[in-house]
């Protein structure tokens, strides 16, 4: 059902050729401003759907596949400017393909009866993730923003993406080792 909180999350989704576009185009204010937008409004969609009760199965999905198109699209799009390190590109996309490899697994091995939530380490990440794609921008922007915010927020990514891919793995071992 395509109510607000979708509707929004479908925003997000469509804003995402427009920030890279304007990465590309070298108009770092526009693709700051439209990434805060698309990141705010990941929060809103939630507010919403929570508040208005219109919390549906397509918006369970919706959401994060928003979450994690506005993620990957930053991070090879300032990958391939070099504004951020390949390596760190690589972990961040090699978890999320770890994790959606996991869960077809689980699901067919399952037949479907499971349930993964985010895990905390997990949200830290996304935090961490996003943190790093708004310091880049700041910094190209430029608003003055000391680089050394940029190489924590790149450093506190790394750890987390291992450190959340790790319990990933563990978690789903977990759940095919339940009957």
Request: proline share 4%; net charge positive; no cysteine.
């Amino acid at each position: 059902m395509l109510n607000l909180p979708n509707l929004i999350s479908l925003a997000r989704i469509i804003l995402i050729p427009f920030f890279i576009l304007f990465l590309i185009r070298e108009q770092y204010s526009a693709a700051f401003w439209i990434f805060i937008i698309a990141a705010v409004s990941d929060a809103i969609d939630g507010i919403f759907a929570r508040r208005l009760n219109q919390r549906t199965s397509l918006g369970a999905y919706l959401d994060p596949t928003a979450d994690k198109l506005l993620a990957a699209s930053a991070f090879i799009t300032l990958a391939m400017m070099e504004f951020i390190p390949i390596w760190l590109l690589l972990m961040v996309i090699g978890r999320d393909m770890m994790i959606g490899l996991g869960v077809l697994y689980i699901f067919w091995r399952k037949k479907g009866r499971f349930e993964i939530r985010p895990l905390l380490l997990s949200k830290v990440n996304t935090w961490f993730q996003f943190s790093t794609i708004v310091s880049v921008l700041l910094i190209l922007y430029p608003t003055g923003l000391p680089p050394v915010v940029k190489t924590i927020s790149i450093g506190g990514a790394a750890i987390t993406t291992v450190g959340s891919g790790i319990q990933y793995v563990a978690r789903g071992i977990q759940i095919l080792r339940q009957g």
